[in-house]
């Protein structure tokens, strides 16, 4: 049925439904390469195929997914061994198909996939989109959550947003970042932290800044803590030293 | 510091640094409205503004996100009332900072903004993105995922998928990955640390501190990526300030 000897069986397949003009056919093929996607189908393209202003706009490494796009007469034909496929609309909410957002699209073709299946996005033309006998060909709806009040996305960037869904799904859930340091860089340790926090209390005392005296312990606290909340490196400690003494050359 | 009486003082401020085509303001215009952002700041267009071309591209209802966006002549200038601001850049791994993803990053602006912060998305000019000197302003990175093979996102499609992850509010709001402020404190805004940066690099010049001076911006740079990373209240700028004043005492 699909074509698991492709390399490319694990990636949907995007196929493209009477796209009007080339500039947006190249724009859909950078945006899939944008995501690692190559497999591009193209259903009767107004303007023929190939088509320069698509290769133009494709320019570079995209141009290959234009390559080896292949050219269908209807979007039946180029349907050709895909086991479960998203037609994206904006009119969702009038068909009788399960809808899905291209995230939750994303989580449920990858399942397909690991079923064994083939999956497709299909996008419509430029000006119309999909008609309902294209729609009546796909298992779900796939529409992109916009401003309702200017919900005016092309082809490139519905496809765009799709290919980075696909793509941010594929990859393991990403843990939160902490602050990064260069490489070789190393978190200064608490001593060091110590020391740069006694460095300055003793100059800051020295200069009569811990004033009036009952007031010194907060302040001296409070500085304490700004330090520590730092995430300072070595480097960044050695800086705020060499700062300090610099300041308070006599 | 941040506008609380604005109405989109929950929205992220989307900041334009140095553009250089009005087609791709335009074109990162509707992107923003596409998903609800209506903030836009731009600094120095190469064109001069308001720009044809811009307009032109942000044809319909993004021309009003055109007429409400406030243009400086610098970055430090554009960064006014913002709390916590992301860089976008593919260079996130030589940073001493958090690097985020478009589903991070939105997250952690998000709990940013319940904090009572402002947030800021900085995005560079098309050919050659943020300088270091750019970056050095932001709390942390936004690297968006891409192929490595063909990482070519333009400024439009960059903002289109900071625009969608923003809106999709999927992840839980996120702690803070470095420093959290203490409860009631509040955020310094990128103004107050700008001027606490120009304070400490003014004494530190006077005191001979950058030296030799073909070492200086390096020297500088760094400072102020320090001071960018310390996630810094109110109450810790006028300490640091303070502390300053009372060092360089003569």
Chains 1, 2 share one sequence.
Do not use: C
Request: charged share 20%; aromatic share 6%; net charge neutral.
């Amino acid at each position: 049925m699909s074509q698991p000897e492709s390399p490319t069986a694990t990636q949907p397949v995007i196929i493209l439904t009477r796209p009007q003009m080339g500039d947006n056919i190249g724009a859909a093929a950078r945006a899939m390469l944008n995501f690692g996607l190559t497999e591009m189908r193209i259903v009767d393209p107004r303007d023929g195929w190939p088509n320069p202003r698509a290769v133009a706009m494709a320019s570079g490494a995209a141009g290959q997914v234009l390559d080896r796009a292949r050219v269908y007469p209807t979007l039946a034909e180029a349907m050709e061994g895909v086991t479960y496929a998203f037609a994206t609309t904006a009119r969702g909410r009038e068909m009788t198909k399960p809808v899905f957002t291209p995230a939750t699209a994303s989580a449920h073709g990858r399942a397909e996939i690991e079923q064994g299946g083939r999956v497709a996005f299909i996008f419509g033309p430029e000006r119309a989109g999909l008609e309902n006998d294209d729609i009546a060909r796909a298992n779900a709806i796939l529409t992109v959550p916009v401003n309702p009040d200017f919900p005016s996305l092309n082809l490139g960037q519905a496809v765009l947003l799709l290919g980075y869904e696909w793509t941010q799904n594929r990859l393991p859930p990403q843990p939160m970042p902490t602050a990064r340091r260069p490489a070789g860089e190393v978190a200064a340790d608490r001593i060091e932290i110590e020391k740069l926090a006694d460095h300055y209390e003793a100059k800051l005392d020295e200069a009569g800044y811990f004033f009036p005296p009952e007031k010194a312990p907060p302040m001296k606290l409070n500085l304490r803590n700004l330090w520590s909340r730092m995430a300072l490196t070595r480097a960044d400690v050695q800086v705020l030293h060499g700062m300090l003494r610099q300041l308070t050359r006599r």
